[in-house]
């Protein structure tokens, strides 16, 4: 007696009638193609952005740290909530890259590359601040244990101390990963690219590069290994960072909640800002056959589920401060809702908590403009989330003597704007000069790519593979 | 430091100094040593901030070596070792009457003001003007030289001038400061001998003259009022702000608290009851405090004095009088406590208050019986008879009228400071000659021909009494810097024509007071005590004159009940810069006030109740129309004042004193950056005294107030009054402390200790390090039902710990570098009439202090001493400890606040002479804090090995105390080393009160405070 | 395609690798050695406006340190002596330099004061107390060198925070008995100035502070 | 312009249709007993090591050795400075206190690793390598685009230019090529 099952196979990763050669084609001609009207005037703005930025932190290093907002209770402001809420979206990048990778998600092929990209430019971002927001900047050498004439060393006890060997740790294995992932893209490139200057810059980062499937052996072990390392790193920065509050003993910041908590906000923003980038770039190279809707989907869910990760954290937070019976918790708890800062919390409700619900409707996690609306909100709710944690805890805490009221100053508004300047100004050189897909593993997941595809070939000929194979119970498997 | 206190360095040798050149080359600065480190530290300031700007050079810090020259001594003093400092008794002339120091100065410039133990009027403390006063010494914009008519004179052109001009014929008028000076009273007799009919007043826009002309009236004797407030049971205060007010405030802070002292449940304490419309230091200190209009004051007096005159003889003269408050709770109450405290009570009245209410006042107490006990009358020989204001206001018109060929003025500014309507200008412009002796520039300089500028009483010879008539000699700590002169030295040159030596005058008058037999031993006895002692005024048997009946009749008929809805304006004397005086101290300026917390300005303040008919709230602008005359002010609710009152500090809205006093926002106006959200209007100007007029001299009882709709930013140091029923500052009264009297530590719950006594700590996950046991470990103790709040330890610290100035606009950023503040919570249901509690914070110095693992490079670790030590020169600036401070006493230089003080001002170099050389001088972005003054715990520690031979290192108890303990009036500080368990320290931390603030984070602080007791009387609730 | 690099760049990879390592260690070492105190500071040797030598006064006559430098034992500062201490002698004693005793003598007519160099110095944030040393017994020449031997004051010790920090963690090998310290050639009986040391620190009860505030406020 | 005259063969270069038949030739090379050939593809394919007959890479070890050098140096370090380094009291902790060396710990271990990973990777392939003979062969570009190649070098011991050549044509090469030197 005979049973057999349907098996239905996920849609294609890679839609449209796309041979090795095609694939080639679309990404690797990108930087021969001219550039878009659109780069050039976007890059200005970066530009210019970028300039501001220089400019202001001179300024802020010339006059000293009083030309910020902050005052005596919130001795940190807008400099460590840009610097979290840009860790946080650094977060999606080696995240999607390493844990999808371990995970064998082939979608991720389309993204990783430029997520990585992403990745890197934002921890660029995020570690200007840390760094200029201390007093004296011309010493700041002495966090790191570089023996010196004084016999002093950092205390290895601060996570402030731990942060920095975290994000610095996390941006250089980022780099690592991203750069191991590009050689053979490079060599693709080196060998299509026409003009000396290309070809010998190509040619230089490419290493040299000929493919040899002995070298791939290795390759892919050193991208496996890379993967298994920068997975639990991913979540250690985060979770470092987030020491950086729960470690100290200021009420709002004490709690042990922050590590996962902090972690799945970086998620969901993280991801907020690959599909806000995603959705830009596909549509400005035309990539929508690789960067397909339902890759963005299956993003989408990731982002409702870790946004619904954040709410119940929020959730937990007031739960605890009311049960744990701590006036000093409670008193902030209720700040944080009727206090001062209450709009900011209003505000955070909205993007972290409704916001990701609309992700529930198979209709909005496949439109494109209702997805980047959704993830606009998410990226704006992630910084007003660290302005809550940081400001509102700090401006109102044990001593109600000493409360005051934060407010930004000129200089913090333009530095943040600033800090997108040099964010875009790299952003768009990436995609002006690199391969924004993972060309080679792209190939690799098409279905031409696998010897066995070549069997049988009566059965499946010209139908990329993507037709339903009857198993029959009796055939072992 | 007061070990050495005990016996102070004769002055003898100091005295040689000064006729000696070295020492004048000195005066130019050119010290051994602490001169250069000082200029230095500002050249290396500089290349830090050159640094910001080129990182790269860093490394090549040390190549850059300045070099730096070394000037020693030509012949030095014996006694001046360089490196250690002196100690000289002098004293301050404070509104009047003289009050003790010790001055603390290191090669010979004067760094830190003392109080002086052997000195009645300081017992060792003082106040904030005293502890300012250096910064006063130091003012870039003093007066610079002698002008006449804004020509630079010197002072030869000055003595020839008096000399054609003051001849015997001469009809003069002298117009002096209130001035205790028994050499200025000889000189004074020496001028009314020499010009014929010579007119001599003196003037105080908020002096005793109405107390002095109230007992003249009572007693038909001209008498000053001296409470004894440690003698006292029960404290009646008419709006008598005692405890910051008055030129005895120091003496009077110290007996009220030793009058509340509580060492076991089994001691009992004083109880105060004050009536008053402003919320003054002196009520928020009040057991119990009722808020009426300050022209009530008057008729609730009459009202308790009548219903008093029911039980006791001796206020006849109040029989049968009554008013609306006749039948009011608080007079029935009063009346009975009062009458059960015979003899053990005072009735004060305030200096402000009519002249009629003082008479009433003195009758009470005379009833009371209180005179000789708890009242003392003195009869001051240096008072003018009559009633100075009557005769400041014939003078006026007199000169006005140019009865006088010339006007000599002493110390006054009348033409900021006297009533409007007297126009004080038209009379100097009437007057042929006119000069003025004056520390600034002021108003009245600006109109007068001469201009002598006077010499700072640390740079000059006087003497004086005290209150209650101590003798006491004023020697100069250092040499005039701007060549200045004393009113000695200038009323001798009126007088003769010639220049007289302070020295000698002062001698010359100290010779009817000593023996001659051997006058320089004594002499020098008094010069090294600061006093010649047992010389208080006599008081001479007083009773009430015949005439004092009709005249309180009369007082009677003019004491009216104000309309119900009527605004009332009262002009208080401010409780930093009292009249402006000291306007141009940044120190006075940048501290916070007592009750309101407001910095750098005054505001009109008034009830919630009245705010809300106005329809304002803070810092909204108001214009308030009196008499014709209109002044815009910012608007504050101060929830406690009487409604339908408002209540103005005087002394503000000053023009070309100085850059602090001036109508601006102190030292950060122009060179510094201004944010933008943060937008100030600027006014004319916040001068009240053009309300002040004859027959209205301090409050107004019926004023127009609008709401302008402008905004005026006020730079207030604490924006949130409640504790949110938090235990930071507790307080319990008497009976539950003796019912229970560990209620204190009680009131938070801490897992794992049920009674909490002293050092009983949860525990750590960890064994904790200890410090070493052949090392002191320091620990404080602060006494709330001592502390008032005045502010004193603030600015003590700051003249210790050379902390800067930073400008209104920091304020109000909430950038302030005090290190220790006093924080002051509204309690009470009634949000309209709350209590007040007072909490001096300064860092707590944690055992396990949460601001040290948080630091990534171990800038702030600690010490083995058990301080929290804050190693500056390590600090980066992440600014993580302040976050991690649960006490939020750490203080961050957001800008470069130490070079802008240090360096601003037309002569820079002056202001840096009055920074201790003991203490590094804070750059731009490191954080700072308390540590227990640690540069003297190091000193007392290395003498005492120096004494020892290093058998020991702990200082023995007493001799070491921080700044802020030293300079404290009300004794409230104790500090010393825990681990010597007969230390007073630890005594006062095993007091039932004694308990940790926030102990349930557990950071095992070394600084506990004992719980705030009150006293309130059961039959009011 | 053709070839975009020679044969000879296959060579250039590992040269670059080892170049750079070389490099990066001379950079360290470079500024360990060039930026360090001890290259800076040490041997600071300014010309004094009087050319007064110790090697003739404290070495050849053997006057003590103390006889002009009064202060040491019982201030922080060391002090630089007063015109009159050089009067004390010089106006009866002529030197084999009349121009330089003139000079001297000037400058005490006029009371204008010596504008002397300052040689061995530490930053304003570090609170040095001399009386404290000696007192310990911690001689002068363990910081300040053969004093006795030189014609011109230089700076012998580096004066950096790890040179202090040093001797406080173990200050046995720089102790010596207090009557000894300004004794310029004295050496540890028994040639072993650690354990000699040690016998003091338990004598006299010394203890060196480490922490920060010790020396820092 | 280099010619085939003053050049020497330095190997032969076979292209094939498909990763399949690269798979196969593969297989055939090596069981020929080949050792000196290599094959080429835009992606690695799966099951090629097999079939060529290559051995696991020793990766692993480089990074577990660099792993170890980061997180003993790391404990070390921290043990050092905070017990005899610069023996502080920081709010009271011990002066040896293994929480706090936890996360710098980790993270220098993940950092060594990572560069062991990289440079271990490009170690064992002999990379960076910009000149190579393939290079010289016009038709290689394909290998980094939609070629699929085999080379067999000179130095081989079985290497003979007719029975190579031969064998790669039984394996279905589609295209041959002599690469020189």
Redesign the interface.
């Known amino acids: 007696m005979s049973k057999s099952y349907e098996f239905v196979p996920e849609p294609p990763l890679v839609q449209g009638n796309h041979t090795f050669g095609s694939i080639t084609a679309l990404i690797g001609d990108i930087p021969e193609r001219e550039t878009p009207k659109g780069w050039y005037i976007a890059f200005g703005v970066a530009n210019l952005l970028l300039l501001l930025l220089v400019a202001l932190l001179s300024y802020l290093v010339w006059e000293g740290l009083g030309v910020w907002g902050l005052n005596n209770p919130a001795g940190w402001g807008w400099a460590i909530i840009n610097f979290v809420w840009w860790v946080g979206i650094g977060h999606a990048g080696t995240l999607i890259s390493a844990i999808l990778f371990l995970f064998r998600q082939h979608w991720r092929t389309a993204i990783n590359r430029f997520a990585e990209a992403m990745t890197i430019f934002a921890v660029m971002c995020a570690g200007l601040f840390p760094a200029f927001h201390v007093g004296r900047i011309w010493v700041i050498y002495w966090v790191f244990p570089v023996p010196n004439q004084m016999g002093m060393w950092p205390n290895f006890s601060s996570p402030l101390l731990w942060d920095v060997f975290a994000v610095s740790t996390y941006f250089t294995v980022s780099l690592l990963f991203w750069y191991v992932g590009l050689i053979p893209d490079l060599a693709t490139l080196r060998d299509r690219v026409k003009s000396k200057t290309s070809r010998f810059f190509y040619g230089m980062f490419a290493l040299g590069w000929t493919g040899s499937n002995r070298h791939w052996l290795n390759y892919e072990k050193a991208y496996m290994i890379l993967a298994g390392l920068a997975t639990p790193l991913v979540l250690s920065v985060h979770t470092i960072v987030s020491f950086d509050m729960s470690v100290s003993n200021v009420p709002g910041w004490h709690s042990t909640i922050f590590p996962p908590y902090f972690v799945a906000g970086a998620i969901y923003s993280g991801f907020a800002m690959v599909v806000s980038l995603m959705i830009i770039s596909r549509k400005i190279y035309g990539l929508e056959d690789i960067m397909t809707v339902d890759i963005m989907e299956k993003m989408n869910i990731i982002m409702m589920v870790t946004g619904n990760m954040v709410a119940f954290s929020y959730l937990m937070e007031g739960f605890m401060s009311w049960y744990s019976g701590y006036i000093y918790e409670r008193g902030i708890f209720w700040l944080y809702v009727v206090g001062p800062y209450a709009w900011g919390f209003w505000i955070l409700m909205f993007c972290n908590v409704i916001n990701p619900q609309f992700m529930w409707f198979k209709k909005v996690r496949r439109s494109v403009t209702l997805t980047f609306l959704v993830a606009t909100f998410a990226n704006i709710g992630m910084w007003y989330e660290r302005f809550m944690i940081i400001v509102a805890s700090l401006a109102t805490d044990f001593m109600p003597s000493s409360w005051a009221y934060y407010s930004p100053t000129w200089v913090d508004y333009l530095t943040y704007v600033g800090t997108f300047g040099l964010f875009f100004t790299f952003f768009l050189l990436f995609l002006r000069f690199l391969p924004m897909v993972a060309i080679s593993e792209v190939k690799a997941g098409l279905p031409q790519a696998d010897p066995h595809y070549y069997e049988e070939d009566d059965q499946l000929e010209g139908s990329n593979g993507a037709g339903s194979i009857v198993i029959q119970p009796n055939e072992s498997v | 430091m007061s070990k050495t206190n005990e016996n102070p360095t004769y002055w003898k040798s100091l005295n040689q100094l000064a006729n000696n ?2 020492y004048k ?1 000195f005066l130019e600065r ?1 010290f ?2 602490n001169a ?2 000082l200029k ?2 500002m050249s ?1 300031k500089n290349f ?1 901030r050159i ?3 080129s ?1 790269a050079l ?3 810090a ?2 850059r ?1 300045p ?10 003093p014996e006694e001046v ?4 400092p002196l100690y000289y008794a002098t004293a301050m002339p404070y509104r009047g009457s003289l009050t003790g120091l010790v001055v603390e100065t290191h090669e010979g410039r004067p760094t830190k003001i003392e109080g002086n133990t052997e000195h009645p009027a300081s017992m060792g403390n003082t106040n904030t003007q005293m502890q300012g006063a250096i910064l006063g010494l130091y003012d870039p914009d003093r007066a610079h030289g002698i002008t006449s008519d804004g020509q630079k004179k010197s002072w030869d052109d000055f003595l020839s001038f008096a000399k054609q001009n003051f001849t015997s014929d001469k009809k003069v008028a002298f117009l002096c400061e209130a001035n205790s000076s028994l050499t200025l009273n000889r000189l004074k007799k020496d001028a009314l001998k020499k010009f014929k009919n010579a007119e001599w007043v003196t003037y105080e826009p908020f002096g005793e003259q109405n107390a002095l002309e109230g007992n003249n009236q009572a007693f038909g004797k001209k008498l000053r009022t001296y409470n004894h407030f440690d003698k006292a049971k029960v404290i009646v205060s008419l709006d008598a702000d005692f405890l910051q007010q008055g030129s005895e405030n120091v003496t009077n802070i110290g007996n009220y608290t030793r009058g509340r002292a509580l060492e076991s449940t089994k001691d009992s304490m004083n109880r105060l009851y004050a009536v008053e419309s402003n919320y003054s230091l002196t009520g928020s200190n009040a057991d119990h405090r009722l808020r009426i209009k300050n022209s009530e004051v008057e008729l609730f007096t009459y009202a308790l004095a009548a219903s008093l005159a029911d039980k006791i003889g001796g206020l006849e003269a109040f029989k049968g009088y009554n008013n609306h408050f006749s039948n009011h709770s608080w007079v029935s109450v009063l009346t009975e406590d009062l009458l059960n405290n015979k003899g053990e009570s005072i009735v004060a009245a305030g200096n402000d208050q009519n002249p009629a209410v003082h008479a009433a006042v003195a009758a009470i107490n005379m009833a009371l019986e209180n005179k000789d006990k708890t009242v003392s009358y003195y009869d001051v020989p240096t008072f003018e008879t009559g009633n100075d204001t009557q005769r400041f206001y014939e003078l006026t018109r007199d000169l006005k009228a140019g009865k006088y060929d010339a006007l000599v003025m002493i110390g006054t500014n009348p033409v900021f400071t006297a009533p409007s309507d007297l126009d004080f200008s038209s009379a100097l412009k009437a007057t042929k000659t006119t000069v003025l002796l004056s520390q600034y520039h002021d108003e009245t300089a600006r109109q007068t021909q001469w201009h002598v500028n006077r010499a700072h009483f640390l740079e000059q010879w006087g003497d004086g009494t005290s209150y209650t008539g101590v003798k006491s000699v004023i020697q100069p700590m250092i040499q005039p810097l701007y060549g200045g002169k004393s009113e000695i030295e200038y009323l001798y040159a009126i007088i003769n024509g010639t220049s007289g030596d302070g020295h000698k005058l002062v001698r010359e008058t100290w010779k009817s007071y000593l023996s001659s037999t051997n006058f320089e031993n004594q002499w020098e006895k008094i010069l090294h005590d600061g006093i010649l002692p047992n010389t208080e005024f006599d008081t001479p048997r007083v009773s009430l004159s015949s005439s004092f009946a009709t005249y309180m009749n009369q007082a009677f008929a003019q004491a009216k009940k104000p309309g119900d809805n009527e605004i009332e304006l009262v002009i208080k004397p401010d409780n930093k810069i009292i009249d402006g005086r000291y306007g141009n101290i940044g120190w006075l300026q940048e501290l916070p006030d007592p009750v309101t917390k407001i910095t750098w300005d005054n505001v009109a303040l008034m009830s919630l109740k009245t705010a809300a008919t106005f329809g304002v709230k803070n810092e909204d602008v108001v214009s308030i129309t009196s008499g014709g005359k209109t002044v815009k002010l910012a608007a504050w609710v101060l929830p406690g004042h009487a409604d339908n009152s408002i209540t103005i500090w005087a002394g503000y809205g000053r023009k070309g004193i100085g850059r602090i006093a001036d109508d601006d926002f102190g030292i950060y106006v122009d060179n510094k ?1 201004k ?4 937008e100030v209007h600027k006014f004319e100007s916040k001068n009240v005294f053009p309300f002040v007029t004859t027959d209205n001299p301090l409050y107004h009882t019926s004023v127009t107030v609008k709401k302008t709709g402008e905004y005026y930013s006020i730079a207030s140091t ?9 235990p ?1 500052a507790r307080q319990g009264t008497l009976d539950t402390y003796r019912e229970d009297p560990h209620f204190a530590p009680e009131m938070e719950e801490v897992a794992g200790i049920e009674k909490k006594s002293y050092r009983k700590f949860p525990d ?1 996950l ?5 410090g ?1 046991d ?2 002191p470990q320091w620990g404080m103790s602060i006494d709330l039902n001592s502390c008032i709040g005045c502010g004193t330890c603030t600015i003590a610290c700051q003249a210790e710990n050379n902390i800067p100035v930073v400008g209104k606009e ?1 304020v109000k ?4 570098m005090h290190w220790v ?1 006093t ?3 509204f309690i009470g249901n009634d949000a309209g009439d709350p209590e007040i509690i007072h ?1 001096p ?1 300064p860092c707590m110095q944690c ?4 601001c ?7 800038a702030t ?4 001493t058990g ?1 929290n ?12 400890c ?3 401070c ?3 006493v750490r ?6 606040f130490s070079k802008e003080f240090l360096s601003s001002g037309d002569d820079p170099e002056v202001i840096q002479m009055a920074m201790n050389p ?4 804070r750059f ?4 700072e804090k308390c ?1 227990y003054c ?2 003297r715990l ?1 000193r007392a520690q ?1 003498d005492r ?2 004494e020892t ?3 020991s ?1 702990k200082p023995v108890d007493g001799s070491v105390q921080t700044a802020c303990q030293q300079a404290c009036p009300a004794n409230a500080i104790n500090f010393g080393d825990i681990s010597d368990p007969n230390s007073k320290v630890v005594k006062v931390k095993h007091n039932e009160r004694n308990y940790i603030m ?1 102990d ?2 557990n950071t ?1 602080p070394r600084t506990s405070y004992l719980a705030k007791i009150r006293n309130p009387n059961p039959k009011m609730s | 395609m053709s070839q975009i690099f020679p044969k000879w760049a296959n060579r250039v990879p590992k040269r670059l690798t080892i170049g750079s390592i070389v490099l990066l260690n001379a950079i360290i070492f470079g500024v360990w050695y060039f930026f360090s105190p001890r290259y800076l500071d040490v041997g600071y040797q300014p010309i004094q406006p009087i050319p007064y030598s110790h090697a003739i006064h404290a070495g050849k006559l053997g006057i003590d340190c103390r006889y002009c430098h009064t202060s040491v034992e019982k201030s922080p500062h060391a002090n630089i002596p007063p015109t009159q201490t050089c009067m004390n002698c010089h106006s009866q004693i002529n030197s084999k330099k009349p121009k330089q005793i003139a000079k001297i003598r000037d400058h005490w007519k006029s009371g204008e004061p010596i504008k002397w160099i300052r040689v061995n110095k530490l930053p304003e944030y570090v609170n040095f107390n001399h009386s404290a040393h000696i007192n310990a017994g911690v001689g002068c020449v363990t910081c300040h060198g053969r004093i006795d031997k030189m014609q011109v004051v230089h700076q012998v010790e580096p004066l950096n925070m790890a040179w202090c920090i040093n001797c406080h963690k173990n200050p046995a090998p720089h102790l010596r008995p207090v009557s000894q310290v300004t004794n310029m050639n004295w050496k540890a009986p028994n040639g072993n100035p650690e354990a000699y040391g040690k016998k003091i620190m338990a004598a006299r009860n010394i203890h060196a502070p480490t922490y920060c505030d010790g020396c820092h406020y | 312009m280099e010619t085939k005259e003053n050049k020497q063969l330095h190997g032969i270069l076979a292209e094939f249709q498909n990763p399949a038949t690269l798979l196969h030739a593969a297989e055939a090379v090596n069981n020929a007993g080949y050792n000196k050939f290599d094959t080429f593809s835009p992606f690695p394919i799966h099951g090629i090591e097999k079939a060529m007959g290559l051995k696991k890479s020793k990766l692993g070890w480089i990074v577990l050795g660099f792993g170890l050098v980061g997180l003993i140096g790391a404990v070390w370090l921290m043990v050092w400075v905070m017990s005899s380094a610069m023996p502080l009291s920081i709010s009271g902790k011990p002066l040896i206190d293994p929480p706090i060396y936890v996360p710098i710990a980790f993270e220098l271990t993940v950092l060594l690793s990572s560069f062991g990973a990289v440079f271990g990777m490009l170690f064992l392939n002999g990379l960076p390598k910009p000149y190579n003979p393939l290079f010289n062969s016009e038709n290689f570009n394909k290998a980094s685009d939609d070629g699929f190649f085999l080379y067999i070098e000179s130095e081989d011991a079985l290497f003979s230019e007719y029975k190579t050549t031969e064998l790669l044509k039984d394996a279905e090469a589609v295209n041959l090529e002599k690469i020189y030197d």
């Open positions: 050149e070295e080359k050119e051994p040593e250069s480190e230095d530290g290396r830090l640094m910001g700007a990182i860093a490394g090549f040390a190549c070596r070099v730096e020259k070394i000037l020693p001594y030509k012949t030095r070792v360089p490196g250690n950056y944010t933008l959200p943060f604490q924006d949130h009054s409640s504790m949110e029923g938090r930071l750590a960890y064994t904790p390090q200890e070493y052949y090392l920091q950023r909430g950038r302030e503040r924080d002051r919570y909490q914070v055992e396990l202090a949460p040290e693992e948080v630091c990534p490079v171990a670790t600690h010490s083995r301080l030590q804050m190693t500056y020169n390590r600090c980066i600036g992440t600014r993580y302040a976050n991690n649960p006490y939020k203080r961050f230089n957001f800008f470069n003991d203490v590094t001088v731009r972005g490191v954080m540590t640690v540069q190091n290395i090995q120096l031979k290093n058998q290192f926030l349930v984070l095992r």
